[in-house]
């Protein structure tokens, strides 16, 4: 039993005179409450932070009685109403204080105990979780293992400027340009733009309307283009989609390259052929282009002005390995050179990385072939929908957007299927990387930085995840 309570007891029994059972408010306030959290008539216990032991809450007995404010069911302040008593504040701020630094010259200071819970007000974070611009858990990188927008405010719309300030309208295509930044194919402004690292972006090529008129860039209209290759002296080709051609854009000129415009398939000299939604296409170094012939379900090949198939049996759709002639494809809709003689295809309606040799035979790199969501195994992983395909460089890797999973994934050759970023579910959330969201996400590429760059196509938006 505590001091004040036989003291109280003795009073009562007569065993002192009054006087002696007068006791001093400057004894008992303060003093720690009793095993079942009982004071002296008069006074509460509260709880409050220790003066003997920093860092830590006590009960101790207070003349003031508790604050009222928030149903437990008890009136602990002896009012009549039933509120939420300073006294029965939950406990967890008994437990050790975490590390709290301050932002940004990362300094030590102390958390604040608020409704339970350690605060750090300054910012701190033991894991980067914000895209901020600051090293918010201290260890010396900023932003590092986040999603963070890097171009568009998620507003449909064809503006130029920096960051937030810029808008697109379905990004689809990313490709390094050869003088710095992505090419990025806004495919619902039938333009190219560029973006700096700085999420500067600019123009390159078309009005923001659709056509089909060559001349001056700035001046030169497409019709939802959706892929782009850069050839060893700095042209770049397009995927003129919905015009059914490939056009070419040369320094400051847009021309038709190849294609009648009419969809259908047809091999034969560049001006007669044909093509069908034609989605991507890649450049090999004696500038041959390989075209992902979406519309048509194969792959076809520009060498010494002709148009011939490469792989695959035009517009007859499947999911069948073999021999140039004998494979068959579903929608593919884009086309990473890896090597002169190694092609990769994103087959997106197969739901499978498909790998064409120098001759045109096809093997299945990854998937199954039914949609789905599974890493590991390449032959066992499963995707939906995978779309813009990129080599990384730094860590060896095959990238894909992987559309309808709403996630980036990776392959590495000879090796596993991982996911790099996104949760799965459709959205725009900034933050670490696997906690991010996308919405329907159709290219990526690497920079030379360890950072992916993401088309997130129906977001409006260029994110990019950092190392």
Same mark, same amino acid.
């Given at each position: ?28 306030? #303060? ?6 959290? &009982? ?15 920093? =860092? ?24 009549? =109403?039933? #509120?939420?008593?300073? =006294? ?9 204080? *975490? ?17 339970? %819970? @350690? /605060? ?44 937030? &300030? ?16 992505? /090419? ?6 039938? $333009? ?24 001056? &860039? ?56 044909? !093509? ?5 296409? $890649?450049? &090999?170094?004696?500038?041959t282009i390989f075209v992902a012939d979406t519309g048509n379900n194969c792959i076809r090949k520009i060498s010494g002005g002709q148009v011939s198939t490469f792989s695959g049996k035009c517009q007859v759709p499947g999911n069948r390995d073999g021999a140039a002639g004998d494979a068959r494809f579903n929608g593919p809709s884009d086309i990473l050179l890896l090597s002169d003689d190694l092609l990769i295809v994103s087959d997106e309606s197969s ?9 045109? %035979?096809?093997?299945?790199?990854? #998937? ?12 066992? %992983?499963? !995707?939906?929908? *995978?779309?813009?395909?990129? @080599? ?11 559309? #309808? ?6 392959? /590495? ?8 970023? =996104? ?18 996400? %159709?290219?990526?590429? $690497? ?21």
């Amino acid at each position: 039993m505590s001091l004040h309570r036989l003291l109280q007891a003795a009073c009562l029994l007569g065993f002192f005179s009054l006087a002696a059972c007068i006791v001093d408010d400057a004894f008992l306030d #303060g003093k720690p409450c009793d095993d079942s959290g &009982a004071c002296a008539g008069g006074y509460f216990c509260l709880r409050e932070a220790c003066p003997d032991n920093p =860092g830590y809450m006590c009960h101790v007995c207070r003349k003031a009685p508790p604050a009222d404010g928030g149903m437990d069911g008890g009136d602990d302040d002896v009012d009549g =109403g039933d #509120g939420v008593d300073a =006294g029965d504040q939950p406990a967890d701020c008994n437990q050790q204080p *975490p590390a709290c630094k301050t932002i940004p010259d990362c300094q030590d200071t102390q958390p604040v105990c608020r409704d339970g %819970s @350690w /605060v750090c007000e300054t910012g701190y974070q033991t894991e980067e979780a914000s895209c901020d611009g600051l090293d918010n858990d201290c260890d010396g990188d900023t932003d590092e293992g986040l999603v963070c927008t890097l171009a568009g405010d998620g507003q449909a719309g064809f503006q130029d400027g920096q960051g937030s &300030a810029a808008r697109f309208n379905r990004p689809r295509g990313l490709v390094p340009h050869p003088g710095g930044g992505l /090419v990025v194919v806004d495919t619902g402004n039938h $333009a190219l733009r560029l973006v700096l690292g700085d999420g500067s972006v600019s123009t390159l090529a078309g009005t923001g309307s659709y056509g089909d008129n060559d001349g001056p &860039a700035l001046e030169a209209t497409f019709n939802e283009p959706s892929g782009a290759a850069v050839d060893g002296g700095g042209d770049i080709y397009i995927a003129d989609r919905l015009n059914n051609r490939i056009r070419l854009l040369a320094g400051d000129t847009v021309t038709t390259f190849a294609g009648t415009g009419f969809a259908d398939y047809q091999d034969g000299p560049l001006d007669q052929a044909r !093509f069908a939604l034609p989605g991507s296409l $890649a450049v &090999a170094s004696d500038g041959t282009i390989f075209v992902a012939d979406t519309g048509n379900n194969c792959i076809r090949k520009i060498s010494g002005g002709q148009v011939s198939t490469f792989s695959g049996k035009c517009q007859v759709p499947g999911n069948r390995d073999g021999a140039a002639g004998d494979a068959r494809f579903n929608g593919p809709s884009d086309i990473l050179l890896l090597s002169d003689d190694l092609l990769i295809v994103s087959d997106e309606s197969s739901h499978t990385l498909r790998q064409l040799s120098a001759d045109g %035979s096809v093997v299945t790199l990854a #998937g199954t072939g039914s949609a789905g969501f599974a890493d590991g195994d390449p032959l066992e %992983s499963q !995707f939906r929908k *995978p779309a813009g395909c990129a @080599w990384d460089e730094i860590q060896a890797r095959i990238l894909t957007a992987d559309s #309808g999973n709403n996630r980036v994934r990776a392959l /590495v050759i000879g090796g596993q299927v991982t996911t790099l970023a =996104g949760s799965g579910t459709t959205g725009s959330a900034d933050g670490p990387a696997m906690l991010a969201t996308f919405n329907l996400p %159709s290219a990526v590429a $690497a920079l030379a930085d360890g950072s992916l760059v993401v088309a997130d196509t129906q977001n409006n938006l260029l994110r990019i995840v950092l190392p």
